[in-house]
Protein backbone atom coordinates (compact mmCIF):
# COMPACT_ATOMS: atom_id res chain seq x y z
CA UNK A 1 0.00 0.00 0.00
CA UNK A 2 1.07 3.43 -1.05
CA UNK A 3 1.28 6.01 2.12
CA UNK A 4 -1.35 7.93 -0.02
CA UNK A 5 -3.25 4.79 0.83
CA UNK A 6 -2.94 5.03 4.34
CA UNK A 7 -3.27 9.08 3.64
CA UNK A 8 -7.09 8.08 2.74
CA UNK A 9 -7.63 5.60 5.66
CA UNK A 10 -6.39 7.84 8.45
CA UNK A 11 -8.95 10.45 7.18
CA UNK A 12 -11.47 7.68 7.36
CA UNK A 13 -10.21 6.57 10.66
CA UNK A 14 -11.07 10.01 12.17
CA UNK A 15 -14.34 10.29 10.56
CA UNK A 16 -15.85 6.87 11.79
CA UNK A 17 -19.30 7.85 11.68
CA UNK A 18 -19.21 10.09 8.82
CA UNK A 19 -20.25 9.56 5.46
CA UNK A 20 -17.65 10.96 3.22
CA UNK A 21 -18.08 11.75 -0.41
CA UNK A 22 -15.89 11.13 -3.57
CA UNK A 23 -15.36 14.88 -3.69
CA UNK A 24 -14.08 15.19 -0.24
CA UNK A 25 -11.73 12.10 -0.44
CA UNK A 26 -10.01 13.24 -3.45
CA UNK A 27 -9.43 17.34 -1.71
CA UNK A 28 -7.88 15.68 0.98
CA UNK A 29 -4.95 13.66 -0.29
CA UNK A 30 -5.41 15.63 -3.92
CA UNK A 31 -6.25 13.04 -6.53
CA UNK A 32 -8.85 12.51 -8.68
CA UNK A 33 -12.36 10.79 -8.43
CA UNK A 34 -11.54 8.02 -10.43
CA UNK A 35 -8.12 7.37 -8.48
CA UNK A 36 -10.33 7.80 -5.52
CA UNK A 37 -12.23 4.72 -6.33
CA UNK A 38 -9.27 2.66 -7.42
CA UNK A 39 -7.83 3.67 -4.48
CA UNK A 40 -10.82 2.24 -1.82
CA UNK A 41 -10.36 -1.04 -4.20
CA UNK A 42 -6.66 -1.51 -3.28
CA UNK A 43 -7.07 -0.91 0.46
CA UNK A 44 -10.63 -2.81 0.42
CA UNK A 45 -8.47 -5.94 -1.03
CA UNK A 46 -4.73 -5.02 0.97
CA UNK A 47 -6.30 -3.91 4.09
CA UNK A 48 -9.66 -5.79 5.64
CA UNK A 49 -12.40 -6.90 2.83
CA UNK A 50 -14.29 -4.31 2.49
CA UNK A 51 -13.19 -2.24 5.16
CA UNK A 52 -14.70 0.76 3.16
CA UNK A 53 -18.03 0.59 1.74
CA UNK A 54 -20.37 2.61 -0.35
CA UNK A 55 -23.42 4.01 0.87
CA UNK A 56 -26.12 4.66 -2.03
CA UNK A 57 -26.29 8.43 -2.53
CA UNK A 58 -24.34 9.12 0.55
CA UNK A 59 -20.65 8.31 -0.06
CA UNK A 60 -18.23 6.53 1.24
CA UNK A 61 -18.65 4.95 5.05
CA UNK A 62 -15.88 2.89 7.23
CA UNK A 63 -17.34 -0.40 8.31
CA UNK A 64 -17.63 -0.31 11.55
CA UNK A 65 -20.71 -2.86 11.05
CA UNK A 66 -18.38 -5.98 10.62
CA UNK A 67 -14.99 -4.08 12.21
CA UNK A 68 -14.59 -2.38 15.80
CA UNK A 69 -12.72 1.18 15.20
CA UNK A 70 -10.36 -0.74 18.09
CA UNK A 71 -9.34 -3.37 15.59
CA UNK A 72 -9.04 -1.22 12.15
CA UNK A 73 -6.85 1.55 14.11
CA UNK A 74 -4.38 -1.43 15.62
CA UNK A 75 -4.02 -2.65 11.88
CA UNK A 76 -3.72 0.72 10.66
CA UNK A 77 -1.13 1.26 13.59
CA UNK A 78 0.75 -2.00 12.86
CA UNK A 79 0.90 -1.25 9.23
CA UNK A 80 2.37 2.77 9.77
CA UNK A 81 4.52 1.35 12.01
CA UNK A 82 6.05 -1.52 9.26
CA UNK A 83 6.06 1.45 6.60
CA UNK A 84 7.86 3.78 8.82
CA UNK A 85 10.44 1.28 10.38
CA UNK A 86 11.19 0.44 5.86
CA UNK A 87 11.18 3.78 5.25
CA UNK A 88 14.08 5.39 8.04
CA UNK A 89 15.87 2.57 7.49
CA UNK A 90 16.25 2.68 3.82
CA UNK A 91 17.04 6.81 4.21
CA UNK A 92 19.99 5.41 6.48
CA UNK A 93 20.84 3.52 4.03
CA UNK A 94 21.29 6.21 1.73
CA UNK A 95 22.64 8.76 3.51
CA UNK A 96 24.81 6.77 6.16
CA UNK A 97 26.54 4.08 3.62
CA UNK A 98 28.85 6.08 0.82
CA UNK A 99 28.10 3.22 -1.49
CA UNK A 100 26.97 2.73 -5.25
CA UNK A 101 23.21 1.58 -5.03
CA UNK A 102 19.93 0.98 -7.24
CA UNK A 103 16.15 1.04 -7.02
CA UNK A 104 16.35 -2.61 -8.30
CA UNK A 105 18.70 -3.38 -5.37
CA UNK A 106 16.63 -1.69 -2.50
CA UNK A 107 13.94 -3.04 -4.11
CA UNK A 108 15.20 -6.90 -3.50
CA UNK A 109 16.63 -5.62 -0.57
CA UNK A 110 13.42 -4.53 1.42
CA UNK A 111 11.07 -6.86 -1.13
CA UNK A 112 9.03 -4.32 -1.97
CA UNK A 113 7.19 -3.42 -5.88
CA UNK A 114 8.70 -0.99 -8.04
CA UNK A 115 5.71 1.58 -7.51
CA UNK A 116 5.62 1.35 -3.82
CA UNK A 117 9.55 1.50 -3.40
CA UNK A 118 9.02 5.12 -5.76
CA UNK A 119 7.02 5.99 -3.39
CA UNK A 120 9.06 5.46 -0.76
CA UNK A 121 11.81 6.92 -2.98
CA UNK A 122 10.20 10.32 -3.21
CA UNK A 123 9.22 10.67 0.32
CA UNK A 124 12.91 10.55 1.15
CA UNK A 125 14.01 12.30 -1.62
CA UNK A 126 11.85 15.46 -0.31
CA UNK A 127 12.49 15.64 2.77
CA UNK A 128 16.25 15.39 1.83
CA UNK A 129 15.53 18.90 0.29
CA UNK A 130 15.43 20.07 3.48
CA UNK A 131 18.81 19.51 4.42
CA UNK A 132 20.28 21.14 1.16
CA UNK A 133 20.89 17.16 -0.27
CA UNK A 134 19.96 16.00 -3.62
CA UNK A 135 19.28 12.44 -4.28
CA UNK A 136 19.42 11.80 -8.39
CA UNK A 137 19.32 9.16 -9.82
CA UNK A 138 22.22 8.37 -13.25
CA UNK A 139 22.66 5.59 -15.40
CA UNK A 140 25.62 3.20 -14.95
CA UNK A 141 25.94 5.24 -11.30
CA UNK A 142 22.82 4.31 -9.57
CA UNK A 143 21.15 6.49 -6.84
CA UNK A 144 23.99 9.61 -6.13
CA UNK A 145 23.87 11.62 -2.93
CA UNK A 146 24.72 15.23 -3.29
CA UNK A 147 25.38 17.08 -0.15
CA UNK A 148 28.33 17.96 2.07
CA UNK A 149 29.38 15.27 4.74
CA UNK A 150 27.66 18.10 7.04
CA UNK A 151 24.67 18.31 6.00
CA UNK A 152 24.60 14.38 5.38
CA UNK A 153 25.54 13.93 8.78
CA UNK A 154 22.65 16.64 10.02
CA UNK A 155 19.98 14.87 8.17
CA UNK A 156 21.05 11.58 9.75
CA UNK A 157 20.75 13.21 13.23
CA UNK A 158 17.30 14.06 11.85
CA UNK A 159 15.92 11.39 10.42
CA UNK A 160 13.24 10.60 13.49
CA UNK A 161 11.49 13.24 11.26
CA UNK A 162 10.52 10.57 8.93
CA UNK A 163 8.80 8.56 11.64
CA UNK A 164 6.10 8.91 14.44
CA UNK A 165 7.97 7.77 17.19
CA UNK A 166 7.46 4.02 16.06
CA UNK A 167 11.11 3.90 15.10
CA UNK A 168 14.20 5.31 15.92
CA UNK A 169 17.50 6.55 14.28
CA UNK A 170 19.21 6.16 17.47
CA UNK A 171 19.26 2.27 17.02
CA UNK A 172 20.39 2.51 13.70
CA UNK A 173 23.38 4.30 14.40
CA UNK A 174 24.09 1.84 17.68
CA UNK A 175 23.71 -0.85 15.92
CA UNK A 176 26.46 -0.05 13.64
CA UNK A 177 28.91 -1.53 16.68
CA UNK A 178 28.39 -4.47 19.28
CA UNK A 179 27.93 -4.09 22.62
CA UNK A 180 31.34 -4.19 23.52
CA UNK A 181 32.40 -1.31 21.77
CA UNK A 182 29.67 0.61 22.41
CA UNK A 183 30.80 0.06 26.17
CA UNK A 184 34.47 0.31 25.57
CA UNK A 185 33.71 3.84 23.92
CA UNK A 186 31.02 5.26 26.51
CA UNK A 187 33.78 4.75 29.46
CA UNK A 188 36.25 6.98 26.99
CA UNK A 189 33.81 9.63 27.03
CA UNK A 190 33.28 9.33 30.39
CA UNK A 191 37.16 9.70 31.42
CA UNK A 192 38.00 12.41 28.68
CA UNK A 193 35.05 14.34 30.11
CA UNK A 194 35.71 14.20 33.53
CA UNK A 195 39.96 14.93 32.98
CA UNK A 196 38.38 18.15 31.32
CA UNK A 197 35.99 18.53 34.86
CA UNK A 198 32.65 18.17 32.70
CA UNK A 199 30.49 16.59 34.40
CA UNK A 200 27.24 15.25 32.62
CA UNK A 201 24.35 12.46 32.38
CA UNK A 202 24.24 9.52 31.35
CA UNK A 203 21.84 10.59 28.16
CA UNK A 204 24.40 12.72 27.36
CA UNK A 205 27.16 10.59 27.50
CA UNK A 206 24.92 8.31 24.50
CA UNK A 207 24.24 11.22 22.58
CA UNK A 208 27.82 11.47 22.52
CA UNK A 209 28.37 8.04 21.41
CA UNK A 210 25.72 8.06 19.15
CA UNK A 211 27.57 11.55 16.98
CA UNK A 212 31.41 9.56 17.43
CA UNK A 213 29.73 6.63 15.71
CA UNK A 214 28.58 8.57 13.24
CA UNK A 215 32.05 10.55 12.76
CA UNK A 216 34.15 7.34 12.61
CA UNK A 217 31.90 5.47 10.87
CA UNK A 218 31.14 8.01 7.91
CA UNK A 219 35.30 9.23 8.27
CA UNK A 220 34.29 12.49 8.67
CA UNK A 221 36.59 15.28 9.55
CA UNK A 222 35.86 17.14 12.66
CA UNK A 223 36.82 20.36 11.06
CA UNK A 224 33.84 19.68 9.01
CA UNK A 225 31.02 20.18 11.56
CA UNK A 226 30.13 24.00 12.14
CA UNK A 227 27.47 22.49 15.02
CA UNK A 228 30.47 21.86 17.45
CA UNK A 229 32.96 24.95 19.00
CA UNK A 230 36.19 24.84 19.64
CA UNK A 231 36.48 23.04 22.80
CA UNK A 232 33.89 20.10 21.94
CA UNK A 233 36.04 19.47 18.81
CA UNK A 234 39.09 18.86 21.01
CA UNK A 235 37.27 16.82 23.22
CA UNK A 236 35.86 14.45 20.50
CA UNK A 237 39.40 14.31 18.80
CA UNK A 238 40.90 13.21 22.19
CA UNK A 239 37.87 10.70 22.19
CA UNK A 240 38.42 9.24 19.18
CA UNK A 241 41.95 8.81 18.93
CA UNK A 242 41.58 6.83 22.27
CA UNK A 243 39.00 5.03 20.33
CA UNK A 244 41.46 3.94 17.62
CA UNK A 245 43.97 2.98 19.54
CA UNK A 246 41.88 0.36 21.41
CA UNK A 247 39.12 -0.46 19.10
CA UNK A 248 39.89 -1.54 15.43
CA UNK A 249 36.65 -0.40 13.33
Given at each position: MLDRHLKLLQ??????????S?????????????????????????????????????????????Y????????YTHIQS???????????????????QTLQQLEQDYLLSKTV???YFVRIQQWCQKFNIALTIKKKQGIVVDGTDNDITN???????LSSGHVHVEDLILNELPDSHQRMISHIIQETLQQHSIETTDIQIQQLLI????????????????????DSKLISQSCIKQIKRKIRL
Open positions: FFIKNPSKHISNEIAKHVNVSNRTVRNDIHVINSNFMDDIIVSIKSKGYQLNTSQTLETITERYKEKLLLSMAYQLLMHNKSLNDAIIHLNQHLILIIKRKQSLSELDTLNH
